[in-house]
């Protein structure tokens, strides 16, 4: 079975642009969550998906969105960056909401100049 | 979710037993301990979860306290790969939703 996807793996933007991040979950999952990794403040929760709907969000600005589709892929926006957007952006899958064991992909490595 | 804390670092020869504590002294009864690792430049990976019994999977034990206030995880014959940083995770298990909230973890080192 194939492991949750993220793409791009690697991108690098300017200030003031938006960005796209794309996570494609195990066949099955229905419920995906986005991470946001730095040195200063470490893992931290950005929101929480199932089912098209968002369940959960974590205490990140309005510039940061996302959505999920009817398949389960979810994508994240960040408009209007900036240079403390500079991270490794996880997303994570699970068989559905409160489910044990969440499967986490490689990241996307995003920075900003 | 209750807040944990772990000691920043950890050292463990190869082939010895690694033991990781974590101290999460206002965890609620309905609050599971969670296990996850991350490997340099990859996402976590989950290891472990308990309730108050101790488990054992095919990577890992978990001993949970009897009052519930800490826990330790242990790799048995702990190898090389095993470095990364471990982090233990407090919250509510199914049904809960999917938030982890993730402390500073432990970076553990094994070495020769």
């Known amino acids: 079975k194939a492991g949750v996807t993220q793409t791009p793996r690697y991108l690098i933007k300017t200030r003031g642009q938006q960005v796209t991040l794309s996570c494609s979950p195990i066949s099955g999952h229905r419920s995906v969550s986005w991470y946001q990794q730095t040195p200063g403040q470490g893992l931290q929760f950005l929101f929480e998906y199932f089912s098209e709907t968002q369940r959960n969000k974590g205490n990140f600005p309005g510039r940061f969105s996302g959505r999920q589709f009817s398949n389960s892929r979810s994508e994240m926006n960040v408009s209007t960056l900036e240079l403390g957007d500079s991270a490794l952006y996880l997303c994570?899958?699970?068989?559905?909401?409160?489910?044990?064991?969440?499967?986490f992909g490689p990241g996307t490595r995003l920075t900003v100049l | 979710d209750a807040k944990t804390t772990q000691p920043t670092s950890m050292d463990c020869a190869e082939g010895r037993a690694a033991n990781l504590p974590c101290n999460h002294s206002t965890i609620s009864g309905n609050e599971y301990v969670y296990w996850y690792r991350q490997i340099h430049s990859q996402g976590p990976q989950y290891i472990i979860h308990g309730l108050k019994n101790n488990e054992t999977n095919e990577m890992a034990s978990l001993i949970i306290t009897e009052d519930r206030k800490s826990s330790t995880l242990i790799l048995p014959h702990a190898t090389l790969r095993d470095t990364a940083v471990y982090y233990c995770?407090?919250?509510?298990?199914?049904?809960?939703?999917?938030?982890?909230?993730f402390g500073t973890g432990t970076q553990l080192k094994v070495e020769l």
């Open positions: 995770i407090v919250r509510v298990g199914e049904g809960g939703g999917n938030k982890l909230t």
């Open positions: 994570a899958s699970s068989f559905r909401e409160g489910y044990n064991e969440q499967f």
